[in-house]
């Protein structure tokens, strides 16, 4: 986009000081500081990308009882020993959610003693709620059973593909494919009311 | 499972509505301190100033224990290596000896009843 110059001719530049000196600093370096052992680094890492870790983790625990602060916590303590393994190949923010999302794992297998898998086995059987009922989005994320629940949260709202989900969550890529079809079939029926579309 | 229901698509109106999800929420502070606290119980981020305090406190207990340790190993050895003199002479302990110096009596001129009470000495020490 070219932007347009006044009729006077005098362009306003943004002050630069309006700019939060913490933005100027990237991912990378502060990672390579935190690494170093400088706390500051770590904190403004954590500034930056928690909001979203939690969003996610919250979103992924749904409905299950688990405290998402007790799992950003793990998540973090994981993550800072790790940090020497990044290597930019993706973003730092999908890099910390999948260990994000290990984390939460683990903590919903721990509250419910579920085998490791076993939250992609099962098959949900839902009444769907009265049309006037209607589920709002979020909501309705929130009801479906938990393998449903995280691969649509990482296929249509964090965009991952069946392949990076397959690795992550430990199983085949068709599997992800076949529970993306249910999740989305019993989300719509959450949302309209409605058994079948 | 057919090839068609692998394939079910979004409505426009179910891609809005997921577009439209907040992707961020706010965390609190404590949240923060509770995971700068957690990595610092572990290690990381440099030594805390209560593991430095006591790191130093026990670095200050160790050096007490050795300097006593080697402080009673060397009166020990002062005390029961007999020198030279002592040797030949038969006399009492090195101590009893110095404390003796100012007198201008030799070792053989010590009274027989005082040799044997540092003799005497000597043995309950032993």
Redesign the interface.
């Known amino acids: 986009m070219i932007a347009s110059i006044p009729a006077n001719g005098h362009i306003a530049i943004p002050e630069l000081t309006a700019v939060p000196p913490s933005a100027a600093v990237t991912d990378a370096a502060l990672i390579a500081a935190a690494i170093a052992?400088?706390?500051s680094a770590?904190?403004e890492l954590?500034?930056r990308h928690?909001?979203?870790l939690?969003?996610f983790v919250?979103r992924v625990l749904g409905r299950s009882g688990m405290d998402a602060?007790d799992v950003?916590?793990d998540t973090?303590?994981r993550a800072?020993?790790a940090l020497v393994t990044f290597r930019n190949e993706s973003s730092f923010s999908t890099w910390l959610c999948s260990v994000g999302l290990r984390a939460a794992l683990d903590s919903m297998r721990r509250g419910k003693r579920h085998d490791a898998g076993e939250l992609f086995d099962e098959e949900t059987h839902f009444t769907p709620p009265p049309a006037e009922d209607r589920l709002?989005?979020?909501s309705a994320i929130g009801r479906l059973a938990p393998g449903y629940r995280m691969v649509l949260i990482l296929h249509?709202?964090e965009g991952f593909t069946h392949e990076e989900i397959a690795m992550q969550l430990g199983i085949a890529p068709g599997t992800s494919?076949?529970q993306?079809?249910k999740a989305?079939?019993v989300?719509?029926a959450l949302?309209t009311g409605k058994e079948k579309t | 499972?057919t090839h068609d229901?692998?394939e079910?698509e979004?409505t426009p109106e179910?891609r809005m509505?997921?577009a439209?999800?907040?992707?961020?929420?706010?965390?609190g502070d404590l949240?923060?301190e509770?995971?700068?606290r957690?990595?610092r119980s572990?290690g990381?981020?440099?030594v805390s100033p209560r593991a430095r305090n006591r790191a130093v406190g026990i670095a200050l207990r160790v050096a007490a224990a050795v300097a006593l340790f080697a402080g009673g190993v060397a009166t020990g050895r002062f005390l029961m290596v007999p020198s030279e003199a002592q040797t030949a002479s038969g006399s009492a302990p090195s101590t009893i000896r110095a404390s003796d110096t100012s007198r201008p009596a030799s070792s053989s001129s010590i009274p027989v009843k005082r040799r044997e009470t540092v003799v005497a000495e000597r043995e309950m020490w032993l």
């Open positions: 052992g400088k706390e770590f904190r954590f500034r928690t909001p979203h939690l969003q919250a602060e950003v916590q973090w303590l800072y020993p709002d989005m979020e249509d709202v494919k076949a993306l079809f989305r079939r989300m719509r949302l | 499972m229901e692998n079910i979004l179910e509505m997921l439209a999800l907040p992707r961020e929420v706010p965390h949240l923060e509770r995971v700068v957690a990595l572990e990381y981020f440099g």
